[in-house]
DNA sequence: AAGTGGGCCAACCGCCCGAAG
DNA sequence: GCTTCGGGCGGTTGGCCCACT
């Protein structure tokens, strides 16, 4: 593999480009549409690549381009996403129109990692910058959860932003979740389940391990609660699930439950016969498929939301936030059990106690139905 | 005024993936 | 199953600009 033919190809100018040459290559994408981008160049006239063409356009000439400094709002939105979605930022430019992932990386390496820096935070975990550190050398922390002889994980990818990358490339493999997120009422925060927001794998699992079988819905830790609030002042169209679902640390606050056609928890881990990542434990493959992952409202309101149009805005906000007395379903998963499948069902199981016990107006259900129609009742 | 260092950003490089033959 | 090719992505580079000395 390595280069594309067109590299070997001499003559092709290399560099800046010319107002000439970006007047040709508009002309005739503007004309032609671009097609096989490696016959652009040499009907539009030019001594470039296709692949030069291509990114001039995609970065430079594309019509719907927003050019300028990246606002407050823009600003906060990458931050977020870089903390759910790390270095892909083809990905985070999707959700920010007009803006393209060059753009948005430059902008992430000159300008945010400093001021997350200078925030105290890690700009690749999205921690405090003491406590990563303080993780890196001692137990196996939020950021250094995943441990450095497990077979998922790379020597590369002992950082944490890796480990999240894994398991994002694995949610991507596949995408006919059966696994639906409710969202409460009164948050409409979409989780990551899998993960506590600090670009880690709440579970460590065996490969063998994972690819028979993940716990599809920790719907153990369902509580009330009402103290979540939006970080940042988003725009209204973004506020409420940006804000609320995706900095790190409010990321485990969500409420899950099995689409009632493709059911699924038992006893709160369900064994997958396909794909264990689709399984639903991460629903938020649609960050990348734009498939059909539905955000619903639990209770009366439910509306079906793509994860897109979640992270787009679509999201009625005002709904979601008004039945402020409405208790929460938070799903809390804990990073504790080590690598087995088994352990994970006896702390599943050890959690249902203390969170019994703790919280007598919790509601359990091994079934997530009926975990919505509990919520219904309260 | 000249030199220097840093920031920014457009463009390139290397790699991966999927489709096609 | 293999090779080739095109598209795409993320990381890196190189040049321009500007502030500072």
Request: charged share 20%; hydrophobic share 30%; net charge negative.
């Amino acid at each position: 593999m390595g280069k594309h033919s067109c590299c070997y190809k001499q003559k092709l100018r290399k560099g800046l480009w010319s107002p000439e040459e970006d007047e040709k290559l508009v002309n005739h994408i503007t004309k032609y549409g671009h097609g096989c981008w490696s016959s652009v160049p040499k009907q539009a006239g030019l001594q470039r690549c296709g692949k030069s063409c291509r990114l001039r356009w995609i970065n430079y000439l594309r019509p719907d381009l927003k050019r300028g400094t990246f606002s407050d709002e823009e600003e906060n939105l990458i931050v977020e996403l870089h903390a759910v979605l790390g270095n892909r930022w083809s990905q985070i430019a999707s959700r920010l129109p007009g803006r393209t992932d060059n753009e948005i990386k430059n902008f992430w390496n000159s300008c945010v990692k400093k001021k997350l820096r200078q925030r105290g935070i890690d700009p690749n975990t999205h921690k405090p910058i003491a406590e990563t550190e303080a993780g890196e050398d001692k137990d196996i922390g939020c950021g250094e959860r995943a441990s450095v002889d497990h077979p998922m994980h790379s020597p590369e990818q002992n950082s944490a932003a890796p480990t999240k990358r894994f398991f994002q490339d694995e949610l991507i493999k596949g995408h006919e979740s059966s696994f639906s997120p409710h969202l409460s009422n009164q948050m409409s925060f979409f989780s990551l389940a899998g993960f506590d927001g600090c670009a880690n794998p709440l579970w460590d699992f065996n490969c063998s391990t994972t690819s028979a079988a993940l716990p599809t819905c920790p719907t153990t830790f369902i509580s009330s609660s009402m103290d979540l609030k939006p970080k940042f002042n988003l725009p209204p169209h973004n506020s409420a699930p940006i804000s609320a679902g995706i900095n790190g640390v409010q990321l485990s606050d969500a409420v899950y439950s099995s689409n009632s056609s493709q059911s699924s928890i038992n006893s709160g881990i369900e064994l997958q016969s396909s794909n264990s990542f689709d399984s639903g434990i991460f629903p938020w493959s649609e960050l990348t498929q734009e498939k059909d992952a539905q955000v619903q409202l639990v209770g009366e309101e439910q509306d079906d939301l793509k994860w897109s149009e979640y992270l787009q805005g679509a999201f009625p906000v005002a709904t979601a936030m008004q039945n402020q007395n409405q208790s929460l379903l938070r799903c809390d998963i804990k990073q504790d059990t080590q690598t087995s499948f088994t352990s994970l069902l006896a702390w599943h199981q050890s959690e249902q106690e203390q969170q019994l016990l703790h919280y007598p107006d919790i509601i359990y259900s091994k079934d997530p139905q009926i975990v919505s129609v509990g919520l219904g009742q309260v």
